[in-house]
């Protein structure tokens, strides 16, 4: 492996860093050169370790999103499966939005990016997935039908507190009435 | 023929031309012979392609909402009429799979197409939200927003599947058991 190979995954590593710096900071207008800059690398890094400043986009928001993902699991592992478990996810899932801004920022700011919406789309389908294998387990009715169903309202959710820039008990509540009453079928 | 009547006709055969190719192969020649019309006289009733096409999605909607409004008027208050109201606007973009291929990819690029439908769904967010007031469904606001999201989603995986599912359908309308 040459040494530049062997740097790569480093290099990658370094500028979804700077990426993520930027987006905390509420910078508004992430480019290539922005991000090289930040992170202390010629101009030309990003182009080397991205295909496109959308790709990288795109890896940005799924490094956002794989972290997140991380402590929802960390959170829930261990709770038994139920209905309780997907509620304290999404519980999760919302304070794990609420205290990212810079995430929400950036899935707005690139709604019209095809790599960002992908990203956006198959990660809002693998959570739905999730739930459906813990409505499956637990004899829900159409797990698979609650599980996409339950992934929107929770997106939705969270896109109402980004706009609000605080939690919302009440749409909190209306999305796990909606959960409960799952059950109750 | 009037303009009105040309304008209703190039309108017509977007539909038309929906079925028949994707909306990267449209064009205006495309539309004005779907519509036995010399393609010169197109600017003259939409300044653009652009334009066209906004006016194709506001006409789908405005259609979809006439569908609801058939489907409602005789209803009271409640749940049976935003049972109603869903099943006719699920059943209205199902109807409409082709128009809706081209109207899902622009809105997924197009800021402009973006922001008309959202300004519609506000509308029907607040309808919802006059509906579960007068169920006392708690969180009358916040809910409508979440059954609305529930109703767009179900609406998106029957045009992915291309069919009605019975599945989706029942399992949103449970939402509104939490009021009784």
Redesign the interface.
Same mark, same amino acid.
């Given at each position: 492996m040459s040494k530049a190979e062997a740097a790569g995954p480093d290099i990658r590593r370094a500028l979804l860093a700077a990426g993520k710096q930027l987006a905390e900071r509420g910078e508004k207008g992430i480019s290539a050169e922005s991000v090289s800059a930040e992170a202390g690398l010629q101009g030309a890094s990003l182009g080397q370790h991205f295909q496109t400043l959308s790709h990288y986009l795109g890896c940005l928001v799924e490094a956002i999103l794989d972290e997140l993902r991380d402590e929802i699991t960390a959170e829930t592992a261990k709770l038994p499966q139920g209905l309780a478990r997907v509620q304290r996810s999404m519980e999760s899932y919302l304070e794990g939005n609420l205290c990212r801004p810079h995430l929400r920022s950036l899935m707005a700011t690139h709604?019209?990016d095809?790599v960002v919406?992908e990203v956006s789309r198959r990660r809002t389908y693998g959570y739905g997935m999730l739930m459906n294998m813990e409505f499956a387990g637990i004899g829900t009715?159409?797990p698979?039908?609650?599980g996409?169903?339950c992934a929107?309202?929770a997106v /939705?959710?969270a896109i109402?507190e980004h706009e609000a820039g605080r939690r919302?008990p009440?749409?909190r /509540?209306?999305?796990y009435?909606?959960l409960w =009453?799952?059950r109750? =079928? | 023929m009037t303009a009105q009547a040309v304008r209703e006709g190039l309108i017509a055969a977007g539909y038309r031309a929906a079925v028949e190719c994707r909306l990267a192969e449209l064009t205006a020649e495309r539309i004005a012979a779907a519509a036995g019309l010399d393609s010169r006289e197109f600017p003259a009733h939409f300044g653009s392609l652009k334009e066209y096409l906004l006016a194709l999605q506001q006409h789908f909607l405005d259609d979809l909402r006439g569908k609801i409004v058939v489907a409602t008027m005789h209803s009271a208050p409640g749940a049976e009429r935003i049972r109603a109201a869903t099943m006719a606007f699920l059943d209205g973009c199902l109807a409409q799979r082709p128009l809706r291929s081209w109207l899902i990819e622009l809105r997924?690029?197009?800021?402009e197409v973006?922001d008309m439908l959202v300004k519609r769904n506000a509308v029907y967010t607040q309808l919802l939200r006059i509906e579960f007031e007068s169920m006392r469904m708690?969180?009358a606001?916040?809910?409508a927003?979440?059954f609305f999201?529930?109703t767009?989603?179900?609406a998106l995986?029957e045009h992915d599947a291309g069919q009605v599912?019975a599945?989706?359908r029942?399992?949103?309308l449970?939402?509104l058991?939490?009021a009784a």
């Open positions: 709604r019209f095809p919406a009715p159409f698979a039908a609650a996409r169903l929107v309202m /939705e959710t109402a919302l009440d749409m /509540e209306a999305l009435a909606f =009453q799952l109750k =079928q | 997924a690029t197009d800021p973006f708690p969180h606001v916040e809910s927003r979440l999201v529930m767009q989603e179900t995986a599912l599945d989706m029942e399992t949103m449970v939402f058991k939490v």
